[in-house]
């Protein structure tokens, strides 16, 4: 891949320091790329600036900019094996995920482009003699910062409402990951997107990132990536007066009733937490089992947990591939034996798994703890690895107590064959989104976001566009008679 970056419709090289892409696999260094710089920053947002002010740009109606997001869509359907090859490799994933993810990026922009043909504007109730009117407007130039775990759904998720908008963007990927996103920038520039509308700057948060949210020009920043970072960059919009969308961590809960469908349960939760091996958002990290079923139902849920099929990416029979990072799997490693020293017990995994092809990659083994304490930190706090901890509770009150019990309001899971239950848990989580007999399914025209410390706003469904505008209410007075007030 050549050393190039895309800074205000330009494809040239960084003017920062070099991100290095290395291999899950192995360690090995994929791509050297040189970052942005906060110059780079400050001129793909002028550039961006001058796009999205353009007539050219400015002045097209909702459907004329609903085609160019169809040609995106069609140009990522035309590179899907190729964007979802280059994320396995960036990221470890597993190539069945990232032809999902790819699936869902190339969604994404035909779900906004067929939002902005049927979009309204409202007339609102007179309380006089005028008409009056709210509109939506672009805001002019927007920050997109993502996470490394799913790089090109969730840029897709920032890039597409934000051009629909009418926006130019400038995204800056996860240094880990930067690949697939500025592979992603060639398919969108090469569709035949305006030059300068999209800039997609890697480098580090502390230096690219933070250049981004600072910058004057930027009106909006929508953030995926940890609690931590979303303080940060929500502080600095509060300085600003700009506003942000934050879609940050997790620790959601998953929760069995005795009644629950056995299989259909065991495989949603294997599902819910050791796909993508644990790195996700929505992960299911803690189950809550209710103790007249716990031994029996963990028994179950360790030995189905045991045959997971372990393995490099790219292999299709592969379930759990490598963790992105040999440091991110060392530091999952160092929640387990923290956990191990709050006295947990450690029903399967624990480690890195044995045999001489897992020697040089990110493995680390499904693992199960359990005989920990809620308020202990291995079930308060995020792994983001291939980890799930088990909780039992007695009734609905103590499993509510408990579930609740936590700063993230992220997810939850209910299994039970009984509906009215079901309605009554949902209704009383603290979660932005509920699955009930069934998990991390997504729909894109189904709002996402979190409650409590996992953000604020929402992406996804029609509003999604709503989001990058700014509104506008309109007064047109109808009376040809002069005020009465000016006598
Ligand atoms: P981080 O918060 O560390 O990083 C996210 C992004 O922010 C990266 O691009 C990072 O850059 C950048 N960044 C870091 N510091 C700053 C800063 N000061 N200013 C601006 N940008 C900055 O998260 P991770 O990459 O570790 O991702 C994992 C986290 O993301 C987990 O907490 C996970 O739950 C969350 N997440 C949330 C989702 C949701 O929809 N709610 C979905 C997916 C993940 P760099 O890495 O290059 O330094």
């Not at 029996?296 to 045991?306: A, G, H, I, K, N």
């Not at 029979?317 to 060392?330: E, G, I, K």
């Not at 999952?332 to 044995?354: I, N, S």
């Not at 209910?414 to 009930?436: E, F, K, N, Q, S």
């Amino acid at each position: 891949m050549a050393d190039e970056i895309l800074v205000g419709g330009v494809w040239r090289r960084g003017s920062g320091a070099v991100v290095e892409s290395l291999s899950p696999l192995n360690g090995s260094v994929i791509a050297r790329v040189h970052g942005a710089d906060p110059a780079d920053v400050d001129e793909a947002v002028r550039a961006g600036a001058a796009v999205a002010a353009d007539p050219s740009w400015r002045d097209l109606l909702p459907h004329e900019r609903a085609r160019h997001l169809t040609r995106i869509a069609d140009s990522i359907a035309a590179s899907a094996e190729d964007l979802a090859a280059l994320q396995t490799c960036d990221t470890g994933k597993s190539i069945n995920e990232t032809r999902a993810l790819v699936a869902s990026a190339q969604g994404t922009f035909r779900y906004f482009a067929s939002v902005l043909e049927t979009m309204d504007e409202t007339l609102t109730v007179p309380r006089g003699p005028y008409v009056t009117m709210s509109v939506h407007e672009p805001i002019g130039v927007v920050g997109a910062i993502t996470p490394w775990n799913s790089p090109i759904a969730s840029d897709a998720q920032k890039i597409a409402p934000a051009l629909a908008a009418g926006n130019a963007v400038v995204l800056k990927p996860a240094e880990w990951t930067p690949l697939v996103s500025l592979a992603l920038a060639r398919v969108i520039t090469d569709s035949g997107l305006p030059s300068g509308l999209l800039s997609v700057l890697p480098g580090p948060g502390g230096v690219t990132g933070d250049a981004i949210v600072r910058h004057p020009g930027i009106g909006k920043v929508s953030f995926t990536g940890g609690t931590a970072t979303g303080r940060a960059i929500g502080a600095v919009a509060a300085q600003k007066i700009m506003p942000v969308s934050l879609e940050l961590g997790g620790k959601s809960p998953t929760i069995v009733f005795p009644d629950a469908d056995l299989d259909q349960t065991l495989a949603g939760l294997l599902f819910g937490i050791f796909s993508s091996s644990g790195q996700s958002c929505i992960a299911g990290s803690r189950v809550f089992i209710h103790g007249s079923v716990y031994e029996q139902f963990l028994d179950e849920l360790v030995e189905r947990t045991r045959k997971l099929r372990i393995g490099p990416g790219a292999d299709p029979a592969t379930q759990v591939a490598p963790l992105v990072s040999h440091v991110h799997r060392d530091r999952v490693a160092a929640m387990v034996d923290r956990a191990r020293g709050e006295g947990a017990r450690v029903l399967c995994g624990g480690g890195v798994p044995e045999g001489e092809e897992y020697e040089t990659g990110a493995y680390y083994l499904p693992t199960i703890l359990d005989r920990l304490p809620n308020d202990s930190a291995t079930c308060q706090e995020e792994i983001f690895g291939p980890v799930l901890v088990a909780l039992p509770f007695e009734d609905e009150d103590d499993l509510v107590a408990q579930a609740n019990d936590s700063v993230y309001g992220l997810a939850c899971g209910i299994w039970t064959r009984d509906y009215r239950r079901a309605w009554r848990i949902a209704r009383r989580m603290d979660a932005g989104t509920v699955w009930i007999n069934t998990y991390k399914q997504f729909s894109i025209s189904t709002p996402f976001g979190g409650m409590k410390e996992s953000g604020i706003g929402r992406e996804k469904g029609r509003e999604g566009i709503a989001a990058y505008m700014r509104q506008k209410s309109i007064y047109w007075g109808m009376t040809e008679e002069p005020h009465s007030w000016a006598g």
